[in-house]
């Protein structure tokens, strides 16, 4: 599959990644270190690398790991770090064709069942008392960056990214993204052809890596060459000065967030900083804030909804949110979503469940549907707001 406007060339590189990694997190980096090389590609706090930088990074972090930590033995490998650290040891775990689990650090006691006894723990500050498997701090990922893994095999095995969740009764349940395969590069190229991400565009996500959305924007990134710059714990003010001084076009953020960019606007004075698409995602959409939006940067917004699990099944285009403020949008290709206990495809209102990325959810939303437009009319749980 390619994308639309895509080279020849590109897509040439990108097959040739797919056959050596499968349709994985690893075949984008390795397609985008070929054919975007130089481009500035990721950009966290204070480090910044192009795409072949990346690339060698992550080959230098899998090297080490694989013959330190994992005493090259197949085990899965939980990241709960921030930083660069988190991007960069998930593309060389998933290098090595090892099941990989990304969690947001703060919430690591929290998911702590979810840990496999025998994973390695990349983690922030000190390693936690009740895990007794290997551990590595996310320091030491950062200097083994520098590491030579050029010679480093291939691997037959497929990584699979594993992202946990928690339920209203304290549940924790883990689904599997898979290798993102078909369906997850069926959905990074809807998402790219309602987004209209570029190879010149610099794209602010306020979404970390543990998070759907987060990851797939590092899969768009790849994919279409964009520059992707990660603010997922900064002030509304810092993201501010990020998108001027960083020529962000486009940004993607919770309500939440860009509640807190609008009110930041408003106390201090500033002109908003020019963007060229706003991308809402994260909790559910407010008609309110979609007109405040619109009043600030002009009809450029979208909307998307999806879970932890599936990454964004629904995307609402602005022409669309103009005339349904307040809509979660239409399906996304290799996405489904309907109302549990209704067969077919027709209006109703319930409890919602979701398809993508080789998982499928009921959720704890009710949605309706009307003429295959999805509106999330009530949430049973409080989103998640620790990143």
Do not use: K, N
């Not at 699979?160 to 959905?187: D, E, K, N, Y």
Request: net charge positive; hydrophobic share 45%; aromatic share 4%.
């Amino acid at each position: 599959m390619r994308l639309r406007g895509m080279p020849p060339t590109h897509a040439r590189s990108l097959w040739r990644s797919v056959r050596g990694h499968g349709i994985t997190i690893t075949a984008l980096a390795r397609h985008a270190a070929r054919v975007h090389a130089d481009r500035p590609g990721l950009v966290v706090d204070a480090w910044s690398a192009t795409f072949r930088e990346l690339w060698r990074a992550a080959e230098g972090v899998a090297a080490v790991l694989y013959l330190g930590p994992l005493e090259r033995r197949p085990r899965p490998v939980v990241l709960a770090c921030a930083g660069p650290a988190m991007q960069v040891a998930l593309i060389a775990v998933a290098r090595l064709g090892l099941d990989v689990m990304p969690l947001s650090p703060r919430l690591l006691d929290d998911y702590a069942r979810a840990v496999p006894r025998d994973a390695l723990l990349i983690h922030d500050g000190e390693a936690p008392a009740w895990h007794r498997g290997p551990t590595a701090s996310s320091e030491q990922v950062m200097a083994w960056a520098s590491t030579d893994g050029s010679g480093l095999g291939r691997t037959r095995h497929r990584a699979r990214i594993v992202l946990p969740s928690m339920t209203a009764a304290g549940t924790i349940t883990t689904h599997v993204q898979g290798a993102m395969g078909v369906q997850g590069l069926r959905q990074l190229a809807g998402l790219h052809d309602r987004l209209g991400i570029e190879g010149t565009d610099v794209v602010l996500a306020c979404a970390p890596p543990h998070r759907g959305q987060g990851l797939q924007l590092l899969g768009m990134a790849l994919l279409a060459g964009a520059t992707l710059v990660s603010a997922a714990h900064t002030p509304a003010a810092d993201r501010i000065r990020i998108i001027r001084e960083r020529f962000v076009s486009v940004l993607s953020a919770s309500p939440r967030q860009l509640t807190g960019i609008l009110d930041e606007l408003e106390r201090s004075g500033e002109a908003p900083p020019r963007l060229r698409r706003i991308m809402v995602a994260g909790e559910d959409i407010d008609a309110d804030l979609v007109r405040r939006l619109h009043a600030t940067w002009g009809p450029i917004v979208l909307s998307a909804y999806g879970t932890v699990q599936t990454g964004t099944v629904a995307v609402a285009t602005p022409e669309l949110l103009s005339a349904h403020p307040g809509t979660a949008g239409r399906r996304l290709p290799g996405s489904d979503f309907g109302i549990v206990g209704h067969a077919g495809r027709g209006d109703a209102t319930g409890l919602l469940w979701v398809r993508g990325a080789h998982a499928t959810v009921i959720t704890e939303d009710r949605g309706r549907i009307d003429d295959g437009r999805l509106t999330i009319v009530g949430a049973l749980t409080q989103p998640d707001t620790a990143d």
